[in-house]
């Protein structure tokens, strides 16, 4: 059965106006789903009962079972899902200064292989459909009661490995008859897909683009994340430059600091080298230890000298504030658990 989640506004009207139906019941749909937020078409009571009818039997709603969550001491709470064949995936809301942030998965298990990510190591499934990340953000408001209005792609999976439902699932969190989450609010993360670089540059959109660098060289790189060997740095950094010089955009740069690996002050002599001029911001983030994992945390001192060391030398970095680490929730610590 179809998802009724997984259609933008405009793709909803005409599944109604091809089942004879008028085209606005389309928006009354829409508000039933993501401003009512409700479970079932029965409550979309000013449908009629024969559309109703109608309704449930072409499309399921898809409404993800909590099979468990979890909260940690600062409030974040990690959500594990039913994505309904049997397969789970994680969610998890962060609590910011600034307000109430959901990090989605954009599929069930990764195939990146990156050496220091939870993700890693388990088999890779299949990609979410939009209407699967879309339900994620709707059964969390379900949960807590609360509109959110901040999302970013940094759950399980590569975004730009599954382009087509990201950029889908994103017109629907946009719609202002919907979600209404405004794409300068919404960030995705990539481990460095170039082609798909280019292509997100000619999306028009006002999401932010983050890239996982972690390294500066192409040695150093591919031994954190394989992806590297088929896309090194020169050709990650070009499509950078092209996706700031077409969108006039910032690019925010992750760097995760680990011990003895890539947290040295000739690294960020070397970081500061290679974005040298561009519009970006580097957010620094203090490496989570994963099992087995070989890279470990940096200290506080090397972390705060790296981001000084930026900032006195024209690049704006922040080290992240970890969430969650407490209930594996903080970065790279997601992993599709079995049910
Ligand atoms: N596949 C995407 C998005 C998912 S990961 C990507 O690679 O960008 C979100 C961020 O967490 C990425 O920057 C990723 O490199 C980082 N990350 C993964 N494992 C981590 C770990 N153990 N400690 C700190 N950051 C990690």
């Known amino acids: 059965m179809k998802n009724i989640k997984g259609y933008n506004l405009e793709e909803l009207k005409q599944e109604l106006v091809s089942m004879g139906e008028k085209a606005y019941r389309a928006e009354q749909i829409f508000k039933w789903l993501y401003i009512e937020k409700v479970k079932s078409f029965d409550e979309m009571t000013n449908l009629s009962l024969d559309l109703r009818e109608k309704l449930k039997k072409n499309y399921t709603m898809c409404n993800f079972k909590i099979i468990k969550k979890q909260e940690a001491v600062d409030g974040t709470k990690k959500y594990l899902f039913d994505t309904l064949d049997g397969n789970a995936i994680e969610t998890v809301l962060m609590q910011y200064h600034h307000g109430k942030t959901i990090c989605v998965s954009s599929q069930i298990g990764c195939k990146m292989g990156c050496k220091f990510c939870a993700s890693t190591g388990i088999a890779f499934v299949r990609s979410l459909t939009a209407g699967e990340i879309v339900e994620q953000i709707l059964a969390v408001e379900q949960d807590i009661g609360e509109h959110i209005s901040n999302i970013v792609f940094m759950g399980i999976g590569e975004p730009f490995d599954n382009y087509d439902n990201v950029m889908h699932a994103i017109k629907i969190i946009n719609n202002q008859k919907g979600l209404n989450i405004g794409a300068r609010h919404i960030s995705i993360s990539t481990s460095g897909i170039v082609p798909k670089i280019y292509d997100f540059a000619k999306e028009e ?56 690996n890539n947290d040295n002050i000739e690294d960020a002599k070397a970081l500061v080298s290679l974005l040298n001029g561009m519009l970006c911001h580097v957010n620094l983030i203090p490496i989570n230890k994963i099992e087995n994992g070989k890279f470990t945390k940096s200290s506080n001192e090397n972390i705060i000298r790296f981001r000084d060391y930026l900032n006195d030398h024209g690049i704006v970095a922040t080290i992240r504030r970890e969430l969650g680490s407490d209930i594996d929730a903080a970065c790279g610590q997601l992993r599709r658990k079995n049910i």
Not at 208 to 229: D, F, G, Q, Y
């Open 205 to 260: 959109l006002q999401c932010t683009l983050s890239i996982s660098l972690h390294a500066t060289n192409n040695e150093k790189r591919s031994k954190m994340m394989p992806v590297n060997k088929l896309y090194p740095i020169e050709e990650l950094i070009r499509a950078c430059k092209e996706y700031i010089v077409k969108t006039n955009k910032r690019i925010s740069f992750e760097y995760a600091l680990a011990k003895d």
